[in-house]
């Protein structure tokens, strides 16, 4: 609560430190920059970009209002006073505005030091493009420390001509061509004459350029005519080749409708081919769960018969007791015959699968097809 109370909101929410001093003390009372009306009237002789020195850090509102309102490049805010530069460089770091420089001279050496948490280093300013200097800095002498600057780069003057040595400030504007633009309560731009001159120079170079560029526009419409013209040409001519175009793309959707038909009529071919080769494999598949049937039958057949046998030897069992030796030999002839049994059983497999793979094989569908056409052929040789 102490805090904010301590502080001066402006109308634009800059925040300054509540001082005691009659300029803190009026825009407290306006909530608004000091001498405002004064500051919008002089814009208009203040160039944009510009490099601005306040020589009173008091009017730390005016270096404010130069960055932010003026659009100034730099603005540099000399102070003496550390404790007054340290309340001016709060100011200008509280409102985040990196175009302003706070700088404590030494105008004996004429050095300039900027102090950053107590390490100080040493500046060199840019040339100024205006000087503002309130009553008391033109009573101080300290418009005269910028003296060589001012005869050599002539920057913009903004002075209080209220102060009690002002004559002898004037007298040395005469001398170098400085002249008086506008004047408001004791507060007066001045702008030497060789600037005026040349800002005219300017402005008449300006009229020039827009008068030759009045003539270019001229120019660029009559050039945009024989454009439109020219592109009117190309649009016929583009038409007609879109007609062209139109005519070839029809005749080439009806060669692919055609082409479309053609390859219904092959795909219908191709699916009843593909019926027929189906149907012939059923068939061939039918053949062969048929020999295998009957392969099945045999073995079942063996297999009764085998039983069978056992059956007789085991009625016959007092004979073969009798023929024990012979017995013996038939054993050893059974067993080999059950090994070759086994033997013709494996080959029979193997055969089998062979038989069904050649049977499964495109040759033999062919020669199956090639038979039944000589069977039909011969038949009707017959008849």
């Not at 005691?20 to 009237?41: S, V, W």
């Not at 948490?117 to 100024?128: H, I, M, N």
Request: glycine share 2%; net charge positive.
């Amino acid at each position: 609560m102490t805090k904010n109370n301590a502080l001066l909101k402006l109308s634009d929410n800059v925040k300054l430190n509540r001082r005691k001093n009659p300029i803190a003390m009026e825009m407290a009372r306006t909530k608004d920059y000091y001498q405002k009306t004064i500051l919008e009237a002089f814009m208009t002789y203040i160039p944009e970009q510009a490099v601005i020195y306040e020589m009173d850090s008091r009017f730390v509102s005016h270096a404010i209002y130069f960055l932010k309102y003026g659009h100034a490049r730099q603005v540099y805010l000399f102070e003496t006073n550390r404790a007054k530069y340290k309340e001016a460089r709060n100011d200008v770091q509280r409102n985040h505005l990196v175009g302003i420089e706070c700088l404590q001279p030494d105008w004996d050496t004429n050095r300039f030091v900027r102090w950053d948490k107590d390490k100080l280093t040493y500046v060199t300013p840019r040339s100024a493009d205006v000087i503002h200097a309130s009553e008391a800095a033109i009573e101080a002498g300290l418009l005269l420390k910028f003296s060589a600057d001012v005869e050599k780069y002539k920057p913009v003057l903004w002075l209080d001509t209220s102060s009690h040595n002002f004559a002898e400030i004037a007298k040395w504007l005469e001398k170098l061509h400085y002249r008086l633009q506008i004047e408001q309560n004791d507060q007066a731009i001045y702008v030497s004459q060789e600037t005026k001159e040349a800002e005219d120079e300017k402005n008449e170079l300006e009229a020039k350029l827009l008068e030759r560029l009045e003539t270019y526009k001229r120019q660029i419409n009559q050039l945009q005519q024989e454009c439109g013209q020219q592109i009117s040409h190309m649009q016929a001519e583009q038409a007609k080749k879109l007609a062209v175009m139109e005519t070839d793309h029809r005749a080439t959707v009806k060669r692919l409708e055609e082409e479309v038909k053609q390859q219904a009529e092959l795909a219908k071919q191709y699916e009843k081919e593909t019926k027929q080769s189906q149907k012939e494999t059923r068939e061939a598949r039918q053949v062969v769960q048929h020999i295998s049937d009957a392969l099945n039958a045999e073995k079942a057949m063996n297999h009764d018969l085998n039983k069978r046998i056992f059956a007789l030897l085991a009625e016959e069992k007092p004979v073969l007791l009798t023929m024990e030796k012979r017995q013996t030999q038939q054993q050893k002839e059974l067993s080999s015959l059950r090994y070759e049994n086994r033997k013709l059983a494996r080959n029979l497999t193997i055969a089998t699968e062979k038989y069904q793979r050649l049977n499964d094989t495109k040759v033999i569908r062919v020669m199956r097809k090639y038979w039944n056409f000589k069977k039909k052929r011969r038949l009707r040789n017959d008849t």
